[in-house]
């Protein structure tokens, strides 16, 4: 619990982990109760009241189980569900695998980032994503640091 606050404080400019920089909610979004939220970025709870729940890749990796895509399903004689979906082998043995490599074959000292500039911050000192990116045009072209790749 706690004084319920703007929850993307980012938008007006602040930074969502500086709880001086909260941002109130506006009279008329204030309520005596609400409903829960369940969050794949649950905050820390001191901050946020979101319910942490996993993402089906995180509670895949945990628990070592593949999962359908979807649970619609048909029935089939004894009442048998069947899945027409086929799970993901995302984190299947088999699939880690595949990719397996050691560590001096070859590989290129990379950052990698799926989607885009996401997170909390907009400027390089704030946004890890933005500061990768700053950090790969500035060492381009210094010896040490960036050079040519293998």
Not at 71 to 84: I, L, N, P, S
Request: proline share 7%; hydrophobic share 35%; glycine share 10%.
């Amino acid at each position: 619990g706690g004084i319920p606050v703007e929850p993307y404080g980012f938008i007006f400019d602040k930074d969502d982990r500086i709880p001086e920089e909260d941002v109130d909610l506006v009279e008329e979004h204030k309520f005596n109760t609400y409903a829960p939220i369940v969050s794949f970025y649950a905050a820390a709870p001191d901050r946020f009241s979101d319910i942490p729940w996993p993402s089906s890749e995180d509670w895949e990796a945990a628990c070592g189980l593949v999962f359908p895509q979807t649970f619609m399903h048909r029935k089939v004689k004894g009442g048998k569900a069947v899945f027409d979906g086929k799970p993901r082998d995302l984190f299947t043995e088999a699939n880690f695998r595949k990719f397996e490599r050691g560590w001096d074959d070859g590989r290129v000292a990379t950052a990698f980032f799926r989607g885009t500039a996401t997170g909390g911050g907009t400027t390089i000192d704030n946004n890890q994503r933005l500061k990768v990116a700053y950090l790969s045009h500035k060492w381009r072209n210094d010896p040490e640091k960036g050079g040519e790749e293998p």
